[in-house]
């Protein structure tokens, strides 16, 4: 079973974002009128940012927070996985458009690219920078950065990312009572978005332990395809096509790397 140092990490980092969520979850289910910040949903993602911050104090103190922070967020020297992180996901949904586009005659408007009703006025790179900065960095510090290298020294990367995966989609839970995108969701679309979660954690896994255990190129990929997937360009089939194609690339990368996912003991 996982160490403390992993369970606390958990703990803090539900507690932080539904902290966070609370104000927004009771505005829409009982019309509470608490003070909410701008963009406060977005903040809730640093909560696994600040637990994995404290867990570190916590177990290592100051000196292992530097040496934490500089080694999950340590540039990666190779040009290509700048490229992947942000070729891939693009890729995914030009696939996905074309696609859609194929089933039902809908073409994206591309001036939608990125934004949501919760970042009115950002244009496309604002919005990029904005979903990198909080759901990718904001998580991926945490999600990647402590829990994942915690995992992988009880069970093997495939399983551990998993099991990750797991937790990582109930600690989005609040986000299906108050968020309209996934409000919007019926039973099979949940499991989809679940399954494609999963996997998702499985090609985070690959990617932070193929980087040598630095999380930067796993925040660009995930804001960049979280930014596409949940913009308003992403019409019609789009989200599904886009989450499938992480599942397809997730059971490819468990195929090709015969379960290692990168990683070396």
Known sequence: MPGKKVWLYFFLAFLFTWLMWLPLLLKARWGLTLPVL????Y??????????????????????????????????QQ???????????????????ALNWLFTGQWPEFGGLGVTPQLPGF????AWLFWVVTFGIGEETGWRGLALPELQKIWKPVPASFALGV????????AFFYHGQYFAMGALQATGWLV??????????????????????????????????????????IPAIMSLSVIVFGIALMKCTKGRLGYSD
């Open 79 to 97: 040009p290509f996985w700048y490229v992947f992180a942000l070729g891939t996901p693009v890729a995914a949904f030009c696939l996905a458009a």
């Open 196 to 237: 494609a979660v999963l996997y998702g954690a499985v090609v985070f896994g690959w990617i932070r332990n193929a980087t040598s255990g630095s999380v930067l190129i796993v925040a660009l990929w995930h804001g960049t395809f979280d930014a596409l997937i949940a913009g308003k360009a992403a019409i019609g089939n």
């Open 38 to 41: 701008p963009y406060q949903h």
């Open 167 to 174: 937790v990582w989609g109930l600690w989005h839970l609040p």
């Open 43 to 76: 903040l809730g993602s640093y909560g696994p940012l600040l637990a994995a911050v404290l867990t570190t104090l916590i177990f290592e103190e100051g000196q292992g927070i530097r040496s934490f922070l500089s080694r999950v967020l340590r540039p990666v």
């Open 123 to 126: 244009n496309l790179l604002e």
